[in-house]
């Protein structure tokens, strides 16, 4: 039997025939399976969805509840027959509720990871290795360049600055799904007991973090009332990217802009935002986490899709495994990672 007899790249994206579904489709379809809840991977408009019971919430809380037409939750691990396909659910480290999807058929497994990291996180499941036929990795820092440093360390850098510039409010840019939780998640964890001040754009998704068991510890609106005179000097402001090319960043008294991203290994993008500290914290895997699952997980043939899918590709062709990009389009970083 052909892989592609499995599973196919289309428009809307990869299509498995004998189950008629979709994974991660960047167009309505009748039936999708989603891995995560960013924006580039779930999509309002289906039939029906099958995701992990924290997907499903996220895709809720983001795009209304009636963002599809049926909605059926996933129990990691568990195996769902659809049209005699056997899929199954199996956690990628990414954010909370994210998961590799597997399928199997006539004796051959497929797995598709979606986006997924190896780095421990106290804010989602952690990646479990799926033995398969057939690995789809994602290759967002598929460049041996993208070595991400440990996050604790760059937590400690934001807490370092905020000591040696208690005048300044600290702006830190976090994505809101995912991000923002582990970075607050993070500072915690390196002893930040202060209130952090969240921009209201992040507050629905904190929020819901905290009814999953996931402590976040004291959190304050960065509203202009709360300023008390001193433009929020010496504390921690966490907002979206888009808050930063808008007025909100001007309420603040000569503000400190940091912004935390696996991007930001790459000096130009922090200047080009205006970035005073760099902070290196992504939610995908770096060069030594992607070639590392390969190893460990020696697929017979590896599928690479979005990002740096060259040099995966001829680290492949190096130690003899067998790969080939999967042009697939659509997925695209939601906001900085």
Request: aromatic share 8%; proline share 8%.
């Amino acid at each position: 039997m052909r892989p592609s007899d499995l599973l196919v790249p289309r428009p809307e994206g990869l299509y498995c025939p004998p189950g008629d579904f979709h994974i991660d489709p960047v167009r309505p379809v009748p039936r999708a399976l989603v891995t995560h809840g960013h924006s580039d991977h779930a999509r309002a408009g289906h039939g029906a969805v099958l995701a992990t019971r924290e997907t499903l919430d996220i895709m809720a809380i983001r795009m209304g509840e009636d963002f599809a037409g049926a909605r059926q939750e996933a129990v990691p691990g568990a195996v769902v027959d659809i049209g005699g396909v056997a899929v199954s659910f199996h956690p990628a480290g990414h954010v909370l509720g994210s998961a590799q999807i597997s399928v199997a058929w006539r004796g051959l497994r497929i797995t598709a990871a979606g986006d997924y990291k190896r780095a421990a996180d106290p804010t989602c499941a952690p990646f479990e290795p799926v033995p398969s036929d057939i690995f789809i990795t994602e290759a967002t820092f598929g460049l041996p360049v993208f070595r991400h440093p440990p996050p604790e360390a760059e937590a400690r850098r934001l807490l370092d600055s905020l000591a040696l510039f208690p005048d300044r409010a600290h702006l830190v840019g976090a994505y809101s799904l995912g991000k923002a939780q582990r970075l607050i998640r993070l500072l915690r964890d390196v002893g930040h007991d202060a209130p952090i001040r969240i921009h209201g754009a992040l507050s629905r998704m904190c929020d819901y973090y905290v009814s999953r068991g996931i402590d976040l510890g004291p959190l304050a609106p960065a509203t202009v009332a709360g300023q008390r005179g001193r433009g929020f000097a010496g504390e921690i402001v966490l907002g979206p990217p888009s808050a930063f090319a808008a007025t909100w960043v001007r309420r603040f008294a000569d503000p400190l802009i940091a912004f935390a991203s696996g991007w930001m290994r790459v000096r130009a993008r922090a200047r080009q935002r205006g970035v005073e500290l760099a902070l290196v914290i992504s939610d995908h895997s770096d060069w030594s986490e992607l070639t590392a699952t390969l190893t460990e997980l020696s697929p017979a043939e590896t599928w690479i899709t979005h990002g740096r899918e060259e040099a995966l590709l001829r680290w492949c062709a190096l130690e003899r495994r067998a790969a080939r990009p999967l042009h697939l389009v659509g997925y695209e970083d939601e906001a900085e990672d």
